[in-house]
């Protein structure tokens, strides 16, 4: 057994669980908070579609392109100033917009911003999986779902409420950062990832624990399908007669509600089910809700479909990043859950760029039932996946292979 897995787990301080709640909520508020204001950015700036869409997409290529670097930050010298510190950059950084009228100027402030927000999504999930271990690590993990999809709401309406003012105001939100990153900097204890060790790079980790792989494609592809809803999902009620934006916005909080209320009977669903029941389900919702997307017109039934959705979302967000968590030897989490940011966030910047030429060469529906059948090629692919429980959380296995979507040919346990 190695010293990683042997070492003490870092016993939680009472306040480190709300703060990193907390700090969770701000990765999906990213560019959500200033949704609201882009027309009026656009407007103003005078810029073109295109241009105003990088002030919301930016800072998530920066997380994608950032999070490797952040999780070897976080191997080398623990969780607590990699994620503090990012927490003040999200916050200073994220309120450049405040006092800029100046196009370059915004989008330089974004990617910044994107690199303090790689820390936060990094550094939130590593902190969590060292800290709880067990049943109490489902809780958790299923709270923090609760509190990002939260977040997907309540930071929002504040940012729509603040951009009645200018849409400079909503830019202001982001300081709070900065109190969060100060919390942070109190309230976690030093080295809760683990003991240091020697880290490689991305490749030998790779090679070393292969099952991530298949962990990080089921991520890219949660968060293609997510934003494919999120873009696609207001022309499609469009097309049926539903315009008006608060009958709009009330699918996306339907959608969001139902992944709430998932992340607080997470780990009673963890409890009666192993991971591989539980993702293929979450896929099956999936399959369902772009069936649904692709061939209901009425408004009231195609309620169903981001509720669905938000479902299957719920299940698999706590369940693959405690996967990748588990995967991952100790000493090396860091650089590990920082893929997992990589592999969201490009999959939410390619999304369009995926789903959009099929939308326009075909229709809207197809493009829908394009996804499904993608949720549908992920499904039956989840029923070759195994998963061998572990014994006893506080001296896990030495074994790289207990975690594995096996190729064909390959023996399960």
Do not use: C
Not at 378 to 406: I, W, Y
Request: zero cysteines.
């Amino acid at each position: 057994m190695s010293s990683a897995d042997s070492a003490p787990r870092a016993t939680p301080r009472a306040a480190a669980l709300p703060v990193l709640l907390l700090a969770s909520t701000l990765a999906v508020m990213a560019g959500a908070m200033i949704t609201p204001v882009l027309e009026v950015i656009r407007g103003d700036l005078d810029l073109s579609g295109t241009a105003a869409g990088l002030v919301i997409t930016a800072h998530g290529l920066a997380i994608a392109v950032t999070s490797p670097v952040v999780g070897r930050l976080i191997d080398r010298y623990g969780v607590r100033g990699p994620l503090a510190g990012g927490l003040v950059l999200y916050g200073v950084a994220g309120a450049a917009g405040l006092f800029t009228d100046d196009y370059a100027a915004l989008i330089a402030g974004r990617f910044v911003f994107g690199a303090g927000a790689a820390a936060v999504f990094s550094g939130t999930t590593v902190a969590l999986l060292a800290l709880y271990q067990g049943p109490e690590r489902d809780r958790v993990m299923g709270w923090r779902s609760t509190a990002t999809s939260l977040g997907g709401v309540v930071w929002p309406l504040i940012g729509g409420a603040l951009g009645g003012l200018s849409w400079h105001a909503p830019f202001a939100v982001y300081l709070v950062g900065v109190p969060i990153g100060l919390a942070a900097l109190f309230v976690l204890p030093a080295g809760s990832t683990g003991p240091k060790g020697t880290t490689g790079g991305v490749l030998p980790l790779l090679r070393e624990r292969p099952a991530l792989l298949g962990y990080y494609a089921l991520q890219a592809v949660a968060a293609i399908l997510l934003y494919g809803v999120a873009v696609f999902l207001p022309q499609r009620l469009a097309r049926i007669g539903v315009e008006e934006p608060f009958l709009v916005s009330l699918y996306t909080v339907v959608m969001m509600a139902a992944m709430s209320l998932v992340g607080l009977v997470y780990a009673k669903l963890r409890a009666a089910a192993g991971y591989p029941a539980l993702l293929r389900t979450a896929a099956l919702t999936w399959v369902v809700s772009f069936v649904l997307l692709g061939t209901v017109d009425q408004p009231w039934l195609l309620l169903v479909a981001p509720m669905l959705f938000g479902l299957g979302q719920g299940i698999a967000f706590p369940a693959l990043t405690v996967l990748v968590g588990e995967a991952a030897p100790a000493e090396r989490r860091g650089q590990a859950t920082s893929l997992s940011g990589t592999a969201n966030f490009a999959g939410q910047f390619v999304s369009p760029l995926l789903l959009g030429p099929v939308v326009a060469a075909t229709s809207l529906t197809t493009g829908f039932l394009a996804a499904a059948a993608l949720s549908a090629v992920v499904f039956l692919a989840l029923l070759r996946m195994r998963h061998t429980e572990r014994q006893t959380p506080q001296n896990p296995p030495t074994s790289k292979d207990d975690l594995t979507l096996n190729a064909p040919g390959t023996k399960s346990s």
